[in-house]
């Protein structure tokens, strides 16, 4: 069974930073694609981006150049660095698995909820 665990969330001022992680069990994150979405409240769910053995990809213009998806093999933890945070960061943000041996395309995957989920951890980004 796959289970997916995201900490780190928080309140931040504009400029600041925040690094997400995401424990995941029956995933193995060195081999498997995995990513992060976010959702804002009123907004639909969005990708953020995706690694996966070959690479990383990022979704969103706001994402590039400030947040960075990485990984610990050892200890099986996805990560999401953010800096610069801005107000229209604010959402709650997801750890995503996909099927095994699979790494749809991010916007499908908003639309169609494929996959596993975590249960989101909060961010906030005040002005």
């Known amino acids: 069974q796959v289970q997916l665990v995201e900490s780190g969330g928080g309140s931040v001022q504009a400029g600041g930073s925040l690094r997400l992680s995401c424990v995941a069990s029956?995933?193995?994150?060195?081999?498997?694609?995995m990513g992060w979405f976010r959702q804002a409240p009123g907004k639909e769910r969005e990708g953020v981006g995706k690694?996966?053995?070959?690479?990383?990809?990022y979704n969103t213009d706001s994402a590039k150049g400030r947040f960075t998806i990485s990984k610990d093999s050892a200890k099986n933890i996805l990560y999401l660095q953010m800096n610069s945070l801005k107000p229209e960061d604010t959402a709650m943000y997801y750890c995503?698995?996909?099927?095994?041996?699979?790494?749809?395309?991010?916007?499908?995957?908003?639309?169609?909820?494929?996959?596993?989920w975590g249960q989101g951890t909060q961010v906030t980004v005040s002005s």
């Open positions: 690694i996966w053995p070959g690479g990383v990809l």
């Open positions: 029956g995933y193995t994150v060195s081999t498997d694609c």
């Open positions: 995503w698995a996909p099927p095994r041996f699979s790494c749809p395309d991010l916007g499908s995957v908003a639309e169609t909820r494929i996959g596993y």
